[in-house]
């Protein structure tokens, strides 16, 4: 019986990332992957198809060694040597039936091996652009987009999580036509609110986000005529 060790990279760095076997065809392994990591959706926690998702399924498979047993051991010395060449795996074995996945734990080296290899892959802007344009492409089907919106249901991020993000969107200059979306999408919230009354959870949020603040003299300006109109109607 022949197996075939073969190994997944980037298109955009052709980068080692995982290390498996197989008994079939390299196209039908690789199709697999790729139809694994979309059955997976968002919310998986698997480092491989977090990977795939991340690099717009531009993903590539080759040949590394092909042996005429399962297979176990070559996996297990390629996993072994390509890890002390300082390669950023994504396997969470040790490679052939070296433990059940996920009691795999990563290393905080070898963790920051793998968030330093994602970072590479986004500094480059042809890169980048690649992965936005075949993350656009890809067609969402409505059974994904049911499944993402029931886990989605009822999560709220954390304190943590949401001071992170607002970190790291902090200072991020925003292209005419991604502030022209958003205030498009301003203006049609505000006119569905149009004539809703506000419950007191949400005036106390807004005062509370409005205190302190200094507002320029043209605001101020609008907002006396915005109240003087309002005297006048009363």
């Known amino acids: 019986m022949a197996t075939t060790i ?28 790729l139809w694994q990591a979309r059955k997976d959706g968002e919310a998986c926690t698997r ?3 977090r990977w795939i ?24 010395d390629w996993i072994a040597r390509l890890r002390h060449d ?16 996920g009691q795999y734990i990563h290393s905080p080296e070898h963790r920051a091996a793998i968030s330093a290899a ?18 656009r492409e890809r067609v969402i089907g409505p ?14 991020h954390t304190a943590e999580s949401r001071a992170k993000m607002s970190a790291a969107r902090k200072g991020v200059p ?16 505000a006119a569905q609110r149009r004539g809703v009354p506000l419950d007191d959870r949400t005036k106390q949020k807004l005062s509370a986000a409005l205190k302190g603040r200094p507002k320029s003299e043209e605001t101020k300006m609008r907002m006396r005529e915005a109240w003087a109109r309002r005297k006048a109607v009363i």
């Not at 292209?175 to 203006?187: D, F, H, L």
């Open 47 to 49: 480092y491989l198809s």
């Open 143 to 156: 059974e994904e987009r049911a499944a993402r919106a029931a886990r989605a249901t009822g999560k709220r």
């Open 118 to 135: 994602n970072r590479r892959r986004f500094e480059d802007p042809a890169a980048r652009a690649r992965i936005g344009r075949i993350s």
């Open 86 to 101: 300082g390669a950023a795996l994504v396997n969470t074995t040790r490679g052939g039936e070296g433990m059940a996945p």
């Open 53 to 76: 998702r991340a690099n717009g399924y531009a993903i590539t498979i080759r040949a590394l060694e092909t042996v005429e047993d399962d297979g176990r051991d070559a996996e297990r």
């Open 6 to 33: 073969y190994a997944l990279t980037c298109e955009f760095d052709d980068e080692i990332r995982y290390v498996g076997r197989t008994t079939k065809s390299l196209r039908e392994r690789l199709t697999r992957h």
């Open 174 to 189: 925003k292209s005419p036509q991604t502030r022209e979306k958003i205030a498009a999408a301003n203006r049609v919230r």
